[in-house]
């Protein structure tokens, strides 16, 4: 996971992050459901179909304008992988010329037929570290998207 932490940073040198000025930044991220991004994640079967489901309409997931436009952004989704780790970067357009991440979702091999996966909020946009990950139904607590349906995911702020 420490080369999934350092593929990231790495990641995010090299794409353009500007953070868009806000009354309350605490709250941003109020706007996008991690935990529904992840939700939707493991039920999509390509990358292409996930970035459909995270911009469709009543998805209670995406509802945020960063743009201030008074419509809900379009969030993209780029690949980038090294190995057997994989870094999916959800990011809006605020113009032609500059781009804002907001999560990063990690993808780690750990055997033929399983992987660590992590969403993880931008700091423009969450308090520092916040991550989230899938857990066992047992232990899951219940996640609320910006649109008010419920999501099976556990938040979890890690100081690293």
Same mark, same amino acid.
């Given at each position: 996971?420490?080369?999934?932490?350092?593929?990231?940073?790495?990641?995010?040198? !090299?794409?353009?992050?500007?953070? @868009?000025?806000?009354?309350?930044?605490?709250?941003?991220?109020?706007?996008?459901? !991690?935990?529904?991004? !992840?939700? !939707?994640?493991?039920?999509?079967?390509?990358?292409?179909?996930?970035?459909?489901g995270?911009?469709?309409?009543?998805?209670?997931?995406?509802?945020?304008?960063?743009?201030?436009?008074? @419509?809900?952004?379009?969030?993209?989704?780029?690949?980038?992988?090294? /190995?057997?780790?994989?870094?999916?970067?959800?990011?809006?357009?605020?113009?032609?010329?500059?781009?804002?991440?907001?999560?990063?979702?990690?993808?780690?091999?750990? /055997?033929?037929?399983?992987?660590q996966?992590?969403?993880?909020?931008?700091e423009?946009?969450?308090?520092?570290?916040?991550?989230?990950?899938?857990?066992?139904?047992?232990?899951?607590?219940?996640?609320?998207?910006?649109? /008010?349906?419920?999501?099976?995911?556990?938040?979890?702020?890690?100081?690293?």
């Amino acid at each position: 996971m420490k080369r999934l932490l350092l593929f990231t940073v790495t990641l995010c040198s !090299l794409t353009i992050c500007k953070a @868009q000025e806000q009354e309350n930044p605490e709250f941003i991220g109020e706007n996008f459901s !991690l935990e529904g991004a !992840l939700a !939707l994640f493991q039920k999509s079967q390509s990358i292409e179909a996930f970035e459909q489901g995270i911009n469709a309409e009543n998805n209670g997931v995406n509802n945020l304008d960063l743009n201030n436009d008074g @419509q809900v952004d379009y969030i993209t989704v780029t690949d980038f992988h090294e /190995g057997d780790t994989h870094a999916l970067v959800l990011s809006i357009y605020l113009s032609d010329q500059e781009k804002q991440d907001v999560a990063v979702i990690g993808i780690e091999k750990t /055997g033929p037929e399983s992987a660590q996966l992590q969403i993880e909020g931008d700091e423009a946009l969450y308090a520092p570290n916040t991550i989230v990950e899938p857990q066992e139904v047992a232990e899951t607590i219940k996640g609320k998207g910006p649109n /008010g349906i419920h999501y099976d995911a556990k938040a979890v702020v890690v100081n690293v």
